[in-house]
């Protein structure tokens, strides 16, 4: 009976003082749904033997003797269970970490997706060791007052972070990886002068470029373009998806602008970096083909800072700076009286009479005296400040960040304001040891004023003044322009388009609200199984308010007359999205397996009015309603997305590694015939260092890996590819009624844009993991370039949509990281990037004209 109790049970059985005729003494029992300790009762009920049961382990001895006293003493002394999670030193779960007891390798635990572990019957005064890859070793002794959260440290000299690869919850050791992903983390960052995210990544992320869309001269105003590895698409957005804690982030349509707003801000702008714990920029199909039809441009994932299980910590900063033009970029012009010793010249040398040189003194400008610096009425010194405070803290059960800042940037170019006011909250709740809830939630007002000069500060002439000698703003200029039937000059005034009036009596302002906000249901199912539900949600609004003064050139309409034009605009995007995925990791012996699987859905929806109108009775009434005469647009879309997913890596031995992805997407903005497609990548890598073979004093790494795959993109403006596109106008008439036009035809055999990605790179670790360097090559083919064709008037329309060509981006790009200098006080890192990526149009049109309407 004992052996069938040990086969069917977790109980062993030790027996003190006793002989075979005890223990072979046979019994004969039938027993359904009682408790263990009754059975044994049972089972000993007829006989002298006695029993104790400490844990899982059953003491056997005679009635009227005493168990073995070694025995009992090894048995008897405070046996523990010990719990906990294990974190790094930003507060992120890590899986996969090894707890063991040194006296007792039998006793052991490795921690799951959330950091959880667990060990029965550990003697007190014993010693765990906690090992895991990129983390200095620990050694912690048992005690009833066990701390459960354990906080493993980085070790610098390995070089071998955890690097987050995607949103679905799926993770790689630096040592594993076979993307291409490079992350960056809030000690990267942190003493970075930079105040908007995207800008924090530039001159850091190989092979990622960052260009502003207007003049450069201010940080919040112009739409920066990102791209990673060039350009693959004529039409459709060449941005690569940003992801920030789960939740998609609408950064405008194809040109990074959003529609109807002409000074838009970047909702980038709208993210405290200060909130930001690590940033990952995903560039191969082996990385983002799980991404589908939004990752052909690649995909930046920000992580935000959340709370740790420890005492409520509040941290306040304050910030801030200057910022000038560099004065080695500034242009070299006249001064005012070179200016008019050389129009002089000019205007004799063409036969002209100097006496009727048309910028000769008068009451109104005295041109010989006047010598104005136009750059330095644009420009001036600038001023930056912040103010972050965040309050973080939490127990075993619940962990919470909330944190507020307020950034003001008063820009070098005159005219330019930011103000931007956040407030976000990250929370985490443990229901039990399998059931976690985590929810967030961010707001950000922004307030901003725009000014753009053009080419004015160095392309307007010095000896125009822009202020009258009483110090008002000039409107008007007076020249000679021939003469009197007397002979005489003739003086006319011309008006004066002076940028600086432009500046200080026009409205060119902008408000914007955004709030994202998610929550995630995740239940483990066991050491292998977990499953999870997210829901998120971005939402912003654009209210943008333009007046053009009466006084202003802006303001004047064509025949001269001061009217003052007034522009109002207000613009909508909600986008929501809910990921449902079960994630698995098993570890058995030297073989690892990991793995997500999904169902993913999603809607961005956008709604713009705008409104515009001249005519205005003075400048103290500015509101497009009270406009003599006034006209407006609206227009809606929305497009619906539908995705299954998945992805599975394999690992033996952390030496050679494997990686699987697909993804299957569904969107409403390509036709019936096509509007599912498949996007598959596979990717692998080599650790060679880690080969028997491989026996080197001087190379800690040596790593080869490849990926191939596809990608899609979807992002290419709003379209109804079965009805196409319709428009209503008042000028559309029919009868009484007010009619509609279609302006761009349909095309159900609309496809997706695929991008074919191959990637391969070479690792090498020198002189004990201090000298890294990754060389990587690519080679980027997209195929079915969407653009708007000519079409035939006879068809109604003046374009179609269609897939009409193929561009390629190949390139190299090369990062040496060095640790120079590493002790406790005092580290000094070098982070050297290069890359170079050739951009070409391999084929347009298909061999089809341009214009559609020409071909019978």
């Known amino acids: 009976m004992i052996s069938k109790i040990e086969k069917k049970s977790d109980y062993v059985f030790i027996q003190s003082g006793l002989n075979d005729a005890d223990l072979n003494t046979k019994v004969s029992l039938n027993v359904v749904d009682k408790d263990i300790k009754e059975v044994f009762k049972l089972i000993l009920s007829d006989t002298n033997i006695k029993y104790r049961v400490i844990n899982k382990q059953v003491v056997l001895y005679k009635e009227k003797e005493k168990a073995s006293k070694s025995i009992l003493s090894q048995l008897l002394q405070n046996l523990l269970d010990i719990s906990g999670v294990v974190s790094d030193e930003s507060g992120q779960p890590i899986a996969s970490v090894t707890l063991v007891l040194k006296n007792d390798p039998t006793k052991w635990s490795i921690t799951d997706f ?4 667990s060990i ?3 003697p007190e005064g014993s010693i765990v060791k906690i090992s895991s890859m990129g983390f ?14 354990i906080v493993l440290k980085e070790d610098i000299q390995s070089l071998d972070e955890v690097i987050v690869t995607s949103n679905y919850g799926t993770t790689q050791k630096k ?23 995207d800008k924090l990544l530039e001159g850091i992320i190989p092979g990622l470029e960052l260009n502003p869309q207007s003049n450069g001269a201010t940080s919040s105003r112009p739409r920066y373009s990102v791209t990673i590895r060039g350009k693959a698409s004529l039409t459709a957005s060449n941005e690569p998806l940003w992801i920030v804690d789960g939740v998609p982030i609408n950064t405008g349509g194809k040109t990074n602008l959003i529609s109807g707003i002409q000074t838009s801000v970047s909702p980038l702008s709208f993210i405290n970096p200060d909130d930001i714990e690590s940033m990952t920029v995903l560039k191969d199909a082996s990385a983002t083909t799980i991404y589908g039809a939004d990752g052909a441009n690649g995909v930046i994932l920000v992580t935000l800072k959340k709370g740790k299980a420890n005492k409520p910590q509040l941290n306040l900063s304050l910030r801030s700076g200057v910022s000038f033009i560099n004065n080695s970029t500034k242009f070299k012009v006249l001064d005012g009286q070179d200016y008019l010793t050389l129009a002089k010249e000019a205007f004799v040398n063409a036969g002209n009479d100097l006496a009727l040189f048309p910028f000769t003194d008068n009451p109104m400008n005295s041109y010989s005296t006047t010598n104005t610096d136009w750059y330095d009425e644009f420009f001036d010194i600038g001023s930056t400040s912040q103010i972050n405070l965040s309050a973080s803290g939490g127990s075993e059960k619940s962990t919470y960040r909330i944190s507020g800042s307020y950034f003001e940037n008063n820009m070098a170019l005159q005219g330019n304001k930011q103000q931007r006011m956040s407030l976000r909250s990250n929370n985490n709740v443990k229901f039990s040891n399998k059931l976690n809830l985590n929810f967030s939630l961010s707001g950000s007002y922004n307030i901003n004023s725009t000014f753009s000069p053009g080419d004015e500060y160095h392309s307007n002439i010095p000896i125009i003044s822009p202020y009258n000698a009483d110090g008002t703003l000039r409107q008007l200029y007076s020249i000679i322009e021939g003469t009197n039937t007397d002979g005489s000059p003739r003086w006319i005034e011309k008006k004066f388009f002076n940028s600086i009036s432009e500046r200080e009596q026009n409205d060119n302002g902008q408000n914007a609200f955004a709030f994202q906000g998610s929550v995630q249901l995740k239940y483990d199912i066991n050491d292998m199984f977990s499953f999870s539900s997210q829901f998120g949600v971005d939402y912003n609004n654009y209210q943008e308010d333009i007046y053009q003064s009466m006084k202003n050139w802006s303001g004047t309409s064509l025949e001269g007359v001061p009217e003052g034009y007034a522009y109002a605009t207000s613009a909508n995007f909600l986008n929501w999205n809910t990921i449902h995925r079960l994630n698995f990791n098993k570890t058995m012996g030297l073989h690892q397996v990991s793995g997500v699987v999904g169902l993913e859905l999603g809607s961005n929806k956008s709604k713009t009015i705008s409104a515009n109108g001249s005519g205005f009775v003075n400048d103290h009434i500015r509101l497009v309603g009270l406009a003599s005469f006034s006209d407006g647009t609206n227009s809606e879309y929305i497009t619906r997305k539908a995705s299954v997913l998945g992805q599975i890596s394999y690992s033996y031995d952390n030496r050679y590694n494997l990686s699987l992805n697909a993804r299957n997407d569904g969107n409403s903005n390509f036709g019936k015939n096509v509007r599912r497609a498949n996007f598959l990548s596979a990717g692998a890598s080599w650790n060679i260092h880690k080969e028997d073979f491989f026996n080197s004093d001087l190379i800690n790494v040596l790593s080869l890996k490849g990926s191939y795959g596809t990608n899609g993109n979807s992002r290419f403006g709003t379209q109804d590819p079965e009805g196409g596109v319709y428009v209503i106008n008042s000028s ?25 990605m191959a990637n391969f790179g070479l690792r090498i670790a020198l002189l ?14 997209t195929e079915n370039l969407i653009s708007d064709l000519d079409a035939s008037r006879t068809t109604g329309v003046t374009t179609i949509v269609r897939n009409v060509g193929e561009i390629e981006n190949k390139g190299i790009e090369v990062t040496i990281e060095s640790q120079n200098i590493v002790t406790k006080n005092f580290n000094w890192q070098t982070r050297l990037i290069a890359s170079h990526n050739q951009n070409k149009l391999l084929e347009l049109y298909n061999d089809l004209p341009k214009n559609l309407g020409k071909k019978r």
Request: proline content about 2%; cysteine-free.
């Open 768 to 781: 004990n993991n201090r000298l890294d360097i990754l060389t990587e090559v690519y080679r980027n083919k």
């Open 120 to 122: 029965e019957g550990i």
């Open 175 to 197: 040592s594993n990886l076979v993307s291409s992903a490079y992350q960056i983390k809030s000690k990267d960052i942190a003493n970075l002068p930079q105040q908007r995210v």
């Open 114 to 117: 959330d950091g959880n572990f």
């Open 732 to 756: 559309y008439q029919y009868g009484d009624s007010l009619g509609a036009g279609i302006s761009t035809g349909a095309n159900p055999d609309l496809s997706w844009e695929t991008t074919y």
């Open 136 to 149: 200095l070793d620990q050694e912690l002794v048992v005690t009833t007052s066990w701390l459960k959260n």
